[in-house]
């Protein structure tokens, strides 16, 4: 299957050139990703072998590019990229090597056969994998997305309805270790089974039904994972190796919603999508 096609340079960047490398010789930049960071798709020579790998080196302060390197080394995975150089000096950044495989994007297309539903079981069997990892690891950091959406957000939006639904948040949490970003645009795919797991920047021990709640979210401009099948399909992988609360799914995935839609409000169709879908799941929650 073929690999990604990256982007010409479309931002500035550090130097790569310039990067403190131990074990990888860097020869050429082949494309740039589009990513926080900055992060290059490159050939370059490692163990006396050329090959092709990503660099990613800290764009901002709060790039946790250790943490990642020292996680993906424990999970002892051949789904997980290897790491082949880091350091976390001046300008922290790791080289890992290329996985085969392309992201369920490029597979579905418009997805106007659902071939998504073909995808969606192993998909959820691939978190509930990670979720039963016991490693190593910190707890995750706290992002914006874990807090339920502010009154100004809501009356912006026109969902000042829905103040008595996120004031009943969940009580009980289950910690679990947690990939902290598993999405379609992480994983990559191989003849229909999940061939490479990427981007464990915010991994650690954290909140079991939010990181499942994170996975199943539309994105804009994303063309499957909007119908009841398949998050059902999801669900019934992730449940062959953990349990979850669906009520608190759907509160973390309404509360991540109105922030994307707050995001992205100039997406008129991605916005119509979030209102029905709040309007049809945000009804007084029941405890599971």
């Known amino acids: 299957m073929a690999q990604f096609k990256h982007p010409e340079k479309w931002r500035e960047t550090i130097d790569p050139f310039g990067l403190n490398f131990h074990s990888f010789r860097l020869l050429e930049v082949l494309g740039y990703p589009h990513a ?56 922290p950044f790791s080289v890992t090597s290329e996985m085969p495989g392309v992201r369920l994007s490029v597979i579905a297309g418009s997805n106007e056969d659902m071939v998504s539903l073909e995808y969606m079981e192993a998909y959820g069997e691939a978190l509930g994998k990670i979720h039963a990892l ?10 914006s997305y874990f807090h ?14 829905l103040k008595p639904y996120f004031a009943d948040a969940p009580e009980e949490i289950t910690t679990v270790f947690c990939h902290g970003d598993f ?28 990181d499942i709640a994170w996975a199943l979210i539309r994105r804009p401009g994303q063309r499957f994972l909007k119908t009841k099948d398949e998050q059902n399909l999801f669900m019934q992988g992730y449940s062959k190796y953990g349990q979850y609360n669906l009520s608190n ?12 839609m707050y995001a992205f409000d100039e997406d008129r169709e991605y916005c119509d999508y979030v209102r029905a879908w709040l309007l049809e799941n945000c009804n007084p929650r029941k405890k599971l």
């Open 134 to 143: 016991s490693i190593p690891a910190s707890p995750v950091k706290d992002r």
């Open 148 to 161: 339920i959406p502010e009154d100004e957000i809501l009356e912006k939006l026109n969902l000042k309805h």
């Open 249 to 260: 799914i759907l509160f973390y995935m309404a509360q991540i919603y109105v922030r994307f």
């Open 36 to 91: 926080g960071n900055d992060v290059f798709h490159v050939r370059g020579v490692y163990q006396n072998e050329e090959i092709t790998a990503y660099l990613k080196v800290a764009r901002q302060k709060g790039a946790a590019i250790e943490n990642e390197a020292a996680i993906m080394q424990r999970i002892q995975c051949p789904l997980v990229p290897r790491i082949l150089d880091a350091d976390f000096g001046e300008h």
């Open 183 to 210: 999405h379609y645009a992480n994983l990559l795919w191989n003849n229909r089974r999940i061939s490479g797991i990427l981007d464990f920047e915010l991994a650690g021990y954290g909140n079991r039904d939010f």
